[in-house]
């Protein structure tokens, strides 16, 4: 079996009937609520890649593969180490902090609530702030959960590529829209990528759903659904952690 379109959706078929025989009852620690859920996206993530590669919207490609890999070098992280949930909600209390910092300079409050309410909200939030960095916790940035994941290559190769994309960089412009023939320069619309970057795409796509499948079942203690194993086995490709690197 060769890695093509067909079989990314086939992986994620499986892992989407796969994933519908797992929950958690009673529901269990935060980390677990957590890394299922994270799971859950990757699948998600992993269909978008499919419906828009086959719908041949190739330019929104870069930004679902870019949170495919930010969901996936926070499970990893989070697999790894359970006290990895501080720094989550560290990141979440930060990103909440500074909209509502901002807000208060603009947005109304909602029916029902004041500007006292958000003070409150604010000051909740900060405290939960301090309290977390009290025990020694700091907010990485994205390279340094990129490094602790073991993707420090992946970091500096294929995710500053997507975000060139992404960021609506000058040269990802013109690689994704002009062709030169001659001294004649045409600007294209849904021109399909190189057969080079297309591969580095699905390689991408297949290698997170199949090493955070294989992650989830280790931690469920569970075996790997049937045809999603099949479809693992049946396909070689390097760990994500060789990726970008000689």
């Not at 989830?216 to 790997?224: F, M, T």
């Amino acid at each position: 079996m060769t890695l093509d379109i067909d079989y990314l959706h086939r992986l994620h078929t499986a892992a989407n009937l796969g994933y519908g025989g797992i929950s958690v009852e009673p529901v269990g620690s935060d980390r677990l609520v957590a890394l299922i859920t994270l799971y859950a996206t990757l699948i998600e993530l992993t269909h978008g890649v499919v419906v828009l590669t086959r719908a041949r919207s190739f330019s929104s490609l870069p930004a679902v593969l870019r949170s495919l890999l930010e969901a996936h070098v926070e499970f990893l992280n989070l697999a790894r180490d359970p006290e990895y949930v501080k720094v989550l909600d560290l990141l979440d209390q930060r990103q909440l902090l500074a909209v509502l910092r901002a807000s208060r300079q603009w947005l109304p409050a909602a029916e029902g609530d004041s500007p006292h309410d958000a003070e409150l909200a604010i000051e909740r939030l900060e405290c939960g702030v301090r309290a977390t960095r009290a025990e020694g916790l700091t907010a990485p940035d994205i390279k340094e959960r990129f490094a602790r994941a073991d993707l420090d290559a992946l970091y500096a190769t294929m995710y500053i590529g997507l975000c060139s994309y992404v960021h609506v960089n000058k040269s990802a412009l013109a690689l994704g829209h002009h062709v030169r023939d001659g001294e004649r320069l045409e600007i294209v619309v849904h021109d399909e990528p190189s057969p080079e970057i297309m591969r580095a795409y699905l390689t991408l796509s297949a290698s997170v759903l199949r090493e955070s499948s294989v992650v989830i079942y280790h931690i469920l203690d569970a075996a790997l659904p049937g045809e999603l194993s099949r479809l693992i086995e049946e396909v070689s490709l390097r760990p994500l952690a060789a990726f970008g690197r000689a």
